[in-house]
């Protein structure tokens, strides 16, 4: 939408992150890609892989902050402390899959590894919700494959724009 700034937040989730123990390259990144795109980054939170954590920020952050699109980084692998997905599922309340979808079909011609990534894409009230992975060359990857048409779906979602097909 013309002129219209969306209102993000970046989650970054890492145990390690948390303990500072490594630093946060990810979630720095994805707030330089979408400001450069025109979003307004009102908030960046670092949090542990704890499930009810991740769940109680991301409700804080879409029906308490208001903003209008969550990007969450890490804990969306095999590991067994990953989480994010499992998380993000519990406080959904509309399923996104082609967004998901899109990000791993464009990794997955990067790389195999792309199909081990099971990170989702979900809305809560007007709040758009989405995973990306943890590595700073898997965001960008990702984040270039869906940035382009994520303001359409905010408009529409966000009531700003009722208009779907062109």
Known sequence: MEGYRW???VVTLSDKGYASEREDRS???I???IEAAGYNVEKTILLPDEKEEIKKCLIALCDEAGVDIVFTTGGTGLAPRDCTPEATM???QRNVPGIAEAMR???LKITQRAMLSRGVSVVRGKTLIINLPG???AVKENLEAVLPALGHG???LTGRDGECAR
């Open 7 to 9: 209102r993000a937040a």
């Open 27 to 29: 979630g720095p990144l």
């Open 31 to 33: 707030c330089e890609m």
């Open 90 to 92: 519990e406080v959904a």
């Open 105 to 107: 079909l464009a990794s």
């Open 135 to 137: 590595s700073p060359k």
């Open 154 to 156: 905010l408009a529409i």
